[in-house]
DNA sequence: GTCACGATTTGT
DNA sequence: CAAATCGTGACG
């Protein structure tokens, strides 16, 4: 049965709708897939519902974070800097504000230059990821053994949480 | 309305 | 190490 896009291996809604950690660690090995392009997924970061001060949701339910408390699945992009945009996916169940952000996907480094590199902006905040051009297809899965964890980069909150993984 | 700040990148 | 550059959230 194939979706909308045309690809019968899209992670499903069941995927996101995980604890962040779980799911910031299984999609390393997925493919971040927008139009033609595609990438896998080397590099990711946890941002917690609860505990996590350097989270957006921290903040609570705002105009920006909406979708984070949305469903799974969906696009959370933002402009950070007023120079990036940074590529997060929703997880956790509907209400449980969990979202993971995309920091790297080969051949790509780094999260502002991957959104660049695979067109990726505002225009995607809130899109399904389950469905439509830019979607995650299932990859290879990629062992515990090569998977590193670390603390996430370039906060000053929550610093010493190790919430980011990536494949060593 | 005003203001400080940031999940980055690049160049000096 | 500092600049680039702007939406958001806090505050008044």
Redesign the pocket.
């Given at each position: 049965m194939k979706s909308l896009n045309g690809f019968d291996n899209n992670l499903d809604r069941s995927f996101f709708s995980r604890p962040t950690a779980v799911v910031a660690r299984d999609l390393l090995g997925q493919w971040l897939v927008h139009g033609d392009l595609r990438a896998r997924i080397s590099e990711t970061?946890a941002?917690l519902p609860m505990g996590d001060a350097?989270?957006?949701?921290a903040?609570?339910l705002?105009?920006?974070?909406k979708v984070?408390f949305g469903p799974p699945g969906h696009a959370?992009v933002?402009?950070?800097?007023?120079?990036?945009y940074?590529l997060?996916i929703v997880a956790e169940p509907v209400g449980t504000p969990g979202?993971v952000?995309i920091?790297?996907a080969e051949p790509w480094?780094?999260?502002?230059?991957?959104t660049k590199a695979m067109g990726i902006n505002?225009s995607h905040y809130g899109a399904d990821l389950t469905q439509g051009p830019l979607t995650i297809l299932r990859g290879d899965a990629v062992p515990d053994s090569r998977v590193a964890k670390t603390p996430?980069?370039?906060?000053?909150?929550a610093s010493e949480m190790y919430l980011r993984f990536l494949i060593a």
């Open positions: 970061e941002y350097a989270a957006h949701a903040a609570g705002t105009k920006r974070t984070i959370y933002y402009l950070n800097y007023g120079i990036h940074m997060n979202c952000l920091r790297a480094s780094g999260p502002g230059r991957l505002l996430r980069i370039g906060i000053r909150k």
